[in-house]
Antibody
Framework: EVQLVESGGGLVQPGRSLRLSCAAS????????MHWVRQAPGKGLEWVSG????????GYADSVKGRFTISRDNAKNSLYLQMNSLRAEDTALYYC????????????????WGQGTTVTVSS | DIQMTQSPSSVSASVGDRLNITCRAS??????LAWYQQKPGKAPKLLIY???SLQSGVPSRFSGSGSGTDFSLTISSLQPEDFATYYC?????????FGPGTKVDIK
């Protein structure tokens, strides 16, 4: 079964850091680009970051650029999101999602999603 | 950055209705557009990719069309399980952006 399982969310104070992880199974992880998408409570979807199959290309939303870093370990079938200098507006459910293709742009959309991990930034 | 807009923002419809949702990009994105369905408390589900390609397992009552800046998602005959929120997303260039969503509820 194709599956993505996120972990690492929690309650964190503004300005602190958190690292999210996503464990993939049931497919050849190193053949596909991967993404993080978030959804604030009661709001729409916001693409956060993406990484190509061999980590050669990465992209970030303007709202997180310079604070968040995406990475992957193909040997461990895992995707990560290092989140630094967290702000209240980063509070959201964070989804890990698989791309239909290997490249990061001009591919087919996000066809497999995890159930998400919740990040709450509050003092 | 490419901005995505959707209309309507919400719609009330009945089972059996034909429904069209439109999505507009602030600049041309060729056919690099996807549509997703999200139900409350659930992760989004890919319906359509590359503007008009039906994702495997998605019922044929869903279809997509368009290119450049103007796109649409059509549900030919609404079923009870189709009441949800629908999002478009451009995958042409960074940063990827989602539309604000269209909520479809029961009339």
């Amino acid at each position: 079964e194709v599956q993505l399982v996120e972990s690492g969310g929690g309650l964190v104070q503004p300005g602190r850091s958190l690292r999210l992880s996503c464990a993939a199974s049931g497919f050849n992880f190193d053949n596909y680009a991967m993404h993080w998408v978030r959804q604030a409570p009661g709001k729409g979807l916001e693409w956060v970051s993406g990484i190509s199959w061999k980590s050669g290309s990465m992209g970030y939303a303007d709202s997180v650029k310079g604070r968040f870093t995406i990475s992957r370990d193909n040997a461990k079938n895992s995707l990560y999101l290092q989140m630094n200098s967290l702000r209240a507006e980063d509070t959201a459910l964070y989804y890990c999602a698989k791309d239909k293709g290997w490249q990061l742009v001009r591919s087919g959309g996000l066809d497999v999603w995890g159930q998400g991990t919740t990040v709450t930034v509050s003092s | 950055d490419i901005q995505m807009t959707q209309s309507p923002s919400s719609v009330s419809a009945s089972v059996g209705d034909r429904l069209n949702i439109t999505c507009r990009a602030s600049q041309g994105i060729s056919r690099w557009l996807a549509w997703y369905q999200q139900k409350p408390g659930k992760a989004p589900k890919l319906l359509i990719y590359a503007a008009s390609s039906l994702q495997s397992g998605v019922p044929s009552r869903f279809s997509g069309s368009g290119s450049g800046t103007d796109f649409s998602l059509t549900i030919s005959s609404l079923q009870p399980e189709d009441f949800a929120t629908y999002y478009c997303q451009q995958a042409d260039s960074f940063p990827f952006t989602f539309g604000p969503g269209t909520k479809v509820d029961i009339k």
